[in-house]
């Protein structure tokens, strides 16, 4: 009973969050985005706009990493450290319930709130998709990327939990997971992806390298005379495993090849291959990495909340 009840009250407190609101609208229109680039692409080039049968099944939940942070972000920002900003962390840890009962309760009810919001974004992605790109296929598994986004959502969630529980900081773990996904999406991928040592983002939080899969079609529109590796994009990350798991499901043979960009000038970019990996392998490695990020920034949680020392 003591669970339901630090369950609830965590719901409670996230449904009337105005940042909650605020993110699910810019979820929507990251998702309505992706719906209708490609057709006003087509009308600005005046070609005509093909059916896409994968669509759906290829867009995940619409909204990348950066949605997956802000979901993280407003789910769990005020968790933990917004209790001892307003001093009601003083009544809860007086309940008859343990800390890591809390502790629990608050994971919970953030699963439970990506698992609603998720739930509604694919929902209208598969409605959009059929109606903008007609018939999809394979909208049974969709079930697995809503699974695998938020389980990529958690690696966000454990970390920003684990800074508000040490720091006590609302405003601390908003910043310290801004600049850690900043970092990582901008600058660790200019650095990594033009010095060819992309493979470094594979372990880290976020999208990871990119590959492509040769034997795997893509609907993805080209874009000039650009040669560019053919075959479906593949990001290796932690916020990729949803629709690898799709892609995996539907391709349980397929590789990955990586390769090196360069500019030069005067001329197109350059690739240059570098290696291959099977995507099995790719997915393998990213729960593994995924598992990690949760279990360990989780415990630092866990520990820093039971170990907090409360005053009146």
């Known amino acids: 009973?003591?669970?339901?009840?630090?369950?609830?009250?965590?719901?409670?407190?996230?449904i009337r969050k105005k940042k909650l609101l605020g993110v699910i609208i810019i979820a929507f229109a990251l998702t309505t985005l992706q719906l209708a680039l490609r057709a006003l692409l087509s009308n600005i080039t005046n070609q005509p706009l093909g059916a896409d049968p994968n669509f759906a099944i290829n867009m995940g939940t619409g909204i990348g990493s950066l949605g997956f942070f802000l979901f993280a972000l407003v789910a769990v920002m005020n968790s933990i450290s917004g209790e001892f900003e307003s001093g009601t962390i003083i009544p809860l840890l007086t309940k008859p319930v343990s800390r890591t009962t809390v502790f629990?309760?608050?994971?919970f009810a953030a699963f439970v709130t990506l698992l609603g919001a998720y739930?509604?974004?694919?929902?209208?992605?598969?409605?959009?998709?059929?109606?903008?790109?007609?018939?999809?296929?394979?909208?049974?598994?969709?079930?697995?990327?809503?699974?695998?986004?938020?389980?990529s959502t958690?690696?966000?969630?454990?970390?920003?939990?684990?800074?508000g529980a040490l720091s006590k900081s609302s405003m601390i773990a908003a910043l310290v997971g801004v600049g850690l996904w900043l970092g990582l999406t901008i600058v660790g991928q200019i650095i990594a992806i033009f010095s060819g040592q992309a493979w470094v983002l594979t372990y880290l939080p976020g999208t990871g390298a990119s590959?492509?899969?040769?034997?795997?079609?893509?609907?993805?529109?080209?874009?000039g005379n650009m040669s560019t590796p053919t075959g479906l994009q593949v990001l290796t990350g932690p916020d990729s495993i949803g629709t690898n798991l799709v892609t995996y499901i539907l391709y349980p043979s397929a590789e990955v090849?990586?390769?090196?960009?360069e500019f030069r000038l005067g001329g197109m970019p350059v690739y240059t291959f570098l290696y291959t990996e099977t995507l099995s392998f790719i997915i393998t490695r990213a729960l593994v990495i995924t598992a990690v990020y949760i279990l360990v920034f989780g415990f630092i949680a866990w520990f820093a909340l039971k170990r907090a020392q409360v005053t009146e």
């Open 154 to 163: 958690f690696v966000w969630t454990a970390i920003i939990l684990a800074v």
């Open 119 to 151: 739930t509604v974004l694919l929902v209208y992605l598969a409605i959009g998709s059929v109606a903008v790109y007609g018939p999809q296929n394979n909208l049974n598994l969709l079930p697995v990327v809503l699974l695998g986004s938020i389980v």
């Open 257 to 261: 090849e990586f390769y090196k960009i």
């Open 211 to 223: 590959g492509s899969a040769p034997d795997i079609p893509s609907s993805q529109p080209s874009f």
């Open 104 to 107: 629990l309760g608050k994971m």
């Open 1 to 14: 009973m003591g669970f339901l009840a630090i369950v609830r009250y965590e719901l409670l407190w996230n």
